[in-house]
């Protein structure tokens, strides 16, 4: 018989409050669901899409003369609305976006015709533009003109980011218009066109080598972030390929893409290491040089070079208002070189002339 005076503990435990799974199970499923691509992907038109804007013929060939003519202009005159303007309107995307469309599914054909369109959309582009150079030659080197022939390993984050942006909208129901402009301003294939162009009218290979590094950088991680995003979203092979073959095409396109990327990084080191100095070049003109007499006037009048570290120099002119004597060069030759990034640099300090 049950006891009221029965203070044993109850068979029941209390429920503890517990981590549910649910929520997290949920919270899971709706960032998967917001960032699946997949249902909103449109094989045939998007296959049909991309092969009906590779060809360069009729047309197609002459807005892209005509917008290598903006283009050129805009270099010219260093007008970054006008570049801009030549980059929305050239139809330069669709053979680069062909040779990765067509990696990935397989499609021989498609990647013979877009290989074939994107040398005849080079050469067409860079005739032109050599020509518009030759009859108008550029009186001063621009800084629109010279933004395209020192390209880094940002250019490359730029270029695949753009290219994959490209791939999503193109398979998308309804194509984004919006992205396709915004990817042709981003990656810039128009403007390192016409800077090879410049550099064959000047008889600059070092104009015309950088920028066509920078075009072809672009053109190249363009194709491997839509080669990337084809692969990913499983369209169907037009040609049979097994594992094997897959596999070494995967890896064919992933070595020219690293080959092409190093030098980039290379660059962007060098840049890193070129920022380091002169951030730290104006630290010690701020600690050191303006304590001296018209010391303000002498940090910012300084001069700082730098050719890849070794020949870095920082150079201070009087300019006859002071007077810097030996023991004073001497202490700042000496506190130079206390500054991790301007060990090797060479500080020279112009004599003041005398009357």
């Known amino acids: 018989m049950e006891s009221k005076f029965d203070f044993s503990e109850s068979s029941e435990q209390p429920k503890k409050p517990t981590t549910s799974k649910t929520s997290w199970v949920a919270q899971l499923r709706y960032v998967r669901q917001l960032l699946h691509i997949a249902r909103d992907t449109d094989y045939a038109a998007t296959l049909e899409a991309v092969r009906a804007d590779i060809p360069f013929r009729g047309a197609t060939a002459w807005v892209l003369i005509c917008s290598i003519f903006i283009a050129s202009i805009g270099l010219n005159t260093n007008a970054t609305a006008v570049v801009i303007g030549a980059m929305l309107i050239a139809p330069l995307m669709g053979p680069v976006l062909g040779v990765g469309v067509s990696l990935a599914i397989n499609d021989l054909t498609m990647l013979k015709q877009a290989i074939q369109n994107f040398v005849v959309m080079v050469v067409l582009s860079v005739a032109t533009a050599t020509l518009y150079f030759l ?127 190093i030098p980039a990084g290379i660059t962007f080191t060098r840049a890193l290491k070129e920022n380091a100095f002169r951030k730290e070049a104006n630290v010690f003109l701020e600690d050191h040089i303006t304590t001296l007499p018209f010391g303000s006037y002498l940090s910012k009048s300084a001069e700082i070079y730098y050719v890849r570290g070794e020949q870095a120099e920082i150079i201070i002119n009087p300019l006859g208002l002071v007077d810097i004597d030996t023991e004073t060069e001497l202490q700042l030759q000496e506190k130079i070189k206390t500054y991790d990034d301007l060990e090797k640099a060479t500080l020279t300090i112009v004599p003041s002339v005398r009357k």
């Open 135 to 261: 009859i108008f030659p550029l009186q001063q080197e621009s800084s629109e003109l010279l933004a395209r022939t020192q390209p880094d390993i940002r250019d490359v984050f730029i270029a695949f980011c753009g290219g994959a942006a490209l791939a999503i909208a193109r398979t998308k129901k309804g194509t984004i218009a919006s992205v396709i402009f915004g990817v042709a301003i981003a990656t810039a294939l128009m403007p390192p066109l016409c800077t090879i162009g410049y550099g064959v009218a000047v008889a600059n290979p070092n104009y015309a080598l950088g920028a066509l590094y920078l075009f072809f950088i672009n053109a190249t991680f363009i194709a491997f972030a839509s080669f990337l995003v084809i692969k990913l979203l499983r369209f169907p092979m037009i040609q049979y390929a097994d594992s094997k073959q897959r596999r070494r095409t995967v890896r064919l396109v992933s070595f020219i893409a690293l080959m092409v990327m």
